[in-house]
């Protein structure tokens, strides 16, 4: 039965793919809780003025050499009612067994289907452009400012209250205008999914301002 829902779900996000006729791959690996390696396998088209992607479902890899994941990949595609000579573009990560020049898996599929060329993944190239960025000295104090922010209220409720509001206050004064009230946790390692933490840092810049005033005057007082 769930096989049945699976392949019919599978043909009804598949179809635009076929009525476009040209697409590009997007893969790249995973391991599953069972640390099973996977191979996750996406497909780019165009749909009228759009680009459009779609998942089309994990491929688990027992062998993880190159020669292997080109072979899943071509596959997959046939698997799925395509035709090969139809993949106008490739895109992976960054690493040699699927980026080679002349054996990664991206070099065998363009030997047979020369129309796909390969495009670094630019999702891997902007989170190894942050990444670089972060060995700024100046970047590395304002992440650091950024996450001593978010740890001060990320286990107190009383300071998350006292912030939202400072926000409404500022709010009703004009001098902010979001709906923002909290600040959204830090994560100090993947630096693109990070990106809304600072925004919202940005967005309540002036309402944490005043905060922190406040608790410096309080702490001046009480001394």
Do not use: W
């Amino acid at each position: 039965m769930i096989g049945c829902a699976a392949t019919v779900l599978l043909c009804d996000v598949t179809a635009p793919v076929h009525a476009a006729g040209l697409f590009s791959v997007i893969a790249d690996g995973t391991s599953d809780i069972s640390r099973c390696e996977q191979l996750l396998v996406s497909l780019r088209y165009e749909n009228g003025s759009n680009i459009d992607e779609v998942f089309v479902g994990f491929v688990p890899m027992m062998v993880q050499n190159a020669e292997a994941i080109a072979t899943a990949i071509k596959r997959k595609v046939v698997d799925l009612g395509l035709d090969l000579h139809n993949i106008v573009g490739q895109g992976y990560d960054g690493a040699s067994v699927m980026s080679g020049r002349k054996n990664g898996v991206q070099a065998l599929i363009r030997r047979d289907y020369p129309n796909a060329l390969f495009v670094h993944c630019q999702s891997h190239c902007l989170n190894f452009s942050i990444c670089s960025s972060c060995n700024v000295r100046e970047v590395q104090a304002v992440h650091t400012t950024i996450a001593d922010a978010c740890d001060h209220f990320a286990h107190s409720s009383v300071r998350t209250f006292q912030l939202s509001e400072s926000v409404q206050q500022n709010n009703n004064a004009g001098k902010m205008n979001t709906n923002k009230t909290k600040q959204k946790g830090y994560c100090p390692t993947r630096f693109v999914e990070g990106a809304e933490t600072v925004f919202t840092f940005i967005k309540l810049y002036l309402a944490l301002l005043e905060y922190f005033e406040r608790r410096r005057e309080m702490a001046s007082s009480t001394r």
